[in-house]
């Protein structure tokens, strides 16, 4: 899953933990389909349709229908039918099920092949706006569409194996950064990253790919997270297996887009990892190649998770490049991790150094002259250069940049906003926030789609600052209590 205010990304953890118990002869393989009758957490019992996707730790994986995964203990387990495959979920009996659930005043959606993508409005949309709507669905669903051609093209210079995918390939996109909020957290349990961290997730047990609207506005986010989705319904990796988490982020980090399309694939420079790596004048020191094969964990928490991603993708990089025969085989060895099967760290370190042939420390040592051979072909895109000492954000929907002036105890602060909600009317509250907690608030009630304002400069004491933003619809209760002045409060964050 990417982490917000970065272009950095991160998949939330879901840990299980039940004991290593084996009941009812359930040493299967995962060639068909069953009925499987079991108790659930609440003590209720439960039958499903589904086919046997693997076990471990005490645990079956079931694979249902829509292509969702299902943990059962093997203790809740009460019996089990032989019968024919599910059936797959089609796209259009996917995207009739979220209409259900989300309600048609808030959601709208799209089939294209085997995607549906939907949004998840934050209120009823005014009648103007449906065709704006549709409009940026055929967008966002077109993408995708370029993002699995872009994939398989890779697999195949790659010689990797690969599968068409056979269940509905779930796209839901937030309106607002609240709701985003409030599903994530919901659904990581508050494990892993907080969710205001997190710019989009794809879910191995929902089998769904969840984002922000703001994160369709480069598609950086949905690009990423997509990798994972087509990773794990092409049958290149298996869900719910003990990856390490530099390779899945790693390659999925390898692919870029501009917005349009998907521009390049895992063997050329990430012109963003490119330039923080050219500004910090090298990879981040706080950890090793070593630690980032070996500790997943780095990767699950808000403070070391932007550098662990810079190795993850120099790493990929690096091995699609120089490694062009040991990366198939790699791939093919971490293939063959089953769900819920556990790969201790010595494992994993021997794997690697037995396929690679060296250490991830020893192959780190290769980076930088690879790096600097690979740059003096590389050309940035244009529009990538920032003025020194300006922020630059894309987030709940507006697109900003704040520029300060300091004479050593106070700044002059000048910003600009856009409105990027490709779909209605908004209102914006943008804060900037010193590093001696005074603050500067701008409010714009009524900003229409694609509308740019310069915002008058104001004086605020202080060295340092950071600028927020919060939205919601023009049209809105909080658009008319800001009006009324009450503002939303921002705290300070060092």
Known sequence: MLTRGSFLSLQPAVCFTVGLVSVLGLAMQPTFADTFKYVDEEGTDQEVEARFYGEGQGAIVLELGDGSLSIVPQAALRKRTPGDDPTPMTPREMLTRLEGEFGEDLFRGRVEKQYVVGVVLTAPLPKTSERRVGANLLKAARYMSGIEKMFQRFCKSMKIEREDPKFPLVVLIFETDDDFNEYTTKHTGGRGLSAENIAGFYSPRTNYLYVRMSECYSFATPLHEAIHQQCF???????????????????????????????????????????????????????????????????RGDIFAGSAYIHAWSMHWLLVSKFRKQYPEYLRYLSTLEPLAEVSTRVRSAKFEEIFGATPNSIQEKFGPAFQTAMKRFKPPKGSEERPGTISRITNLAGVDAYAESDGFNMKVQAQLRNLSP????????????????????????????????????????????????STPSDSDTAASWRRGQLPAFELRR
């Not at 390898?254 to 790596?277: C, M, T």
């Not at 603050?439 to 605020?460: G, S």
């Open 423 to 470: 779909i209605r009317e908004m209102a914006f509250v943008i804060t900037v926030v010193t590093d001696s907690g005074n603050t500067a608030q701008w409010f714009l009630p009524k900003m229409k789609i694609n509308e740019f304002q310069l915002l008058d400069p104001k004086l605020v004491r202080g060295r340092g600052f950071n600028v927020m933003v919060k």
């Open 233 to 299: 319904n092409t049958r290149v990796l298996s869900r719910l297996a003990p990856l390490p988490v530099w390779f899945s982020e790693g390659i999925a980090t390898g692919f870029e887009g501009n917005g349009d399309r998907v521009q390049s694939d895992p063997f050329k420079l990430n012109a963003a990892y490119v330039k923080v790596i050219m500004r910090s004048g090298g990879l981040p020191r706080q950890m090793s190649w070593n630690d980032v094969v070996t500790t997943d964990q780095v990767f």
